[in-house]
């Protein structure tokens, strides 16, 4: 595609239900990456994919959250059990490996509410 | 973890210049990057600069880089109005908390 997208938008969740979040990168985008962006807070950084797989994961806050890639495209990130302190915008990214001068491609992100 | 620290607010006049500082940890980083959030947008690259460069001009945008002492900076000149953003360093995938600017006309 023409750029990092990004579903829903918006999604408002109750406490404890479980959500997914998609991303689909740009065509050709070997790298992908997920963030989350608090209100006042900076970009948190949770994982990154090389194709399929994941070689860092390490930013995931806690075991509620997975993330997975197939096909080397499309990513979920699924979060179970849901907390208010997950509320957050959630951005996908996407690069060449390689091509670092370009940096990141970012999506327009999903803002998560939970209630 | 490798931590990307930058100073959160920056409040300038309209005309005067904007200096956007920026320390970071990991010394392996081929390039270091300015993303720059404007409201309800997403983030967009604004500029980068390889590692083995001290020194990178692009318009309005110079970007210094003191590898000794991991220190990066943004220097926006004659700061307009449309300036007024959130601006992110990034080395490798790690990102700093960014820093907002607001520029006063």
């Known amino acids: 595609g023409a750029g990092v997208s990004q579903s829903p938008s918006n999604k408002v969740t109750e406490k404890g239900k479980d959500v997914e979040l998609r991303c689909d990168p740009i065509?050709?985008?070997?790298?992908l990456y997920w963030y989350r962006q608090s209100l006042g807070q900076g970009l948190e950084f949770l994982i990154y994919?090389?194709?399929?797989?994941?070689?860092?994961k390490s930013g995931l806050p806690s075991d509620r959250f997975s993330a997975e890639r197939t096909g080397g495209s499309v990513s979920t990130l699924t979060i179970q059990r849901t907390q208010q302190e997950d509320s957050a915008v959630y951005l996908c990214?996407?690069?060449?490996?390689?091509?670092?001068?370009?940096?990141?491609?970012f999506g327009s992100g999903t803002r998560l509410t939970v209630v | 973890g490798e931590d990307v620290e930058q100073s959160l607010f920056l409040s300038v006049r309209e005309g005067d210049s904007s200096v956007i500082n920026c320390t970071y940890t990991?010394?392996?980083?081929?390039?270091l990057y300015w993303y720059k959030q404007e409201p309800g947008a997403g983030l967009q690259l604004l500029t980068y600069?390889?590692?083995?460069?001290d020194m990178k001009q692009d318009q309005r945008l110079t970007v210094l880089l003191n590898k000794k002492d991991k220190h990066l900076s943004l220097r926006i000149a004659d700061t307009q109005t449309g300036d007024s953003a959130i601006y992110f360093c990034?080395?490798?995938?790690?990102f700093g908390a960014g820093t907002r600017l607001t520029v006063k006309p």
């Open positions: 990214a996407s690069s060449i490996p390689g091509q670092g001068k370009y940096g990141y491609t």
């Open positions: 065509s050709g985008h070997t790298a």
């Open positions: 994919f090389q194709g399929n797989s994941a070689p860092d």
């Open positions: 990991d010394s392996s980083s081929t390039y």
């Open positions: 600069i390889f590692s083995n460069m």
């Open positions: 990034a080395d490798n995938m790690r």
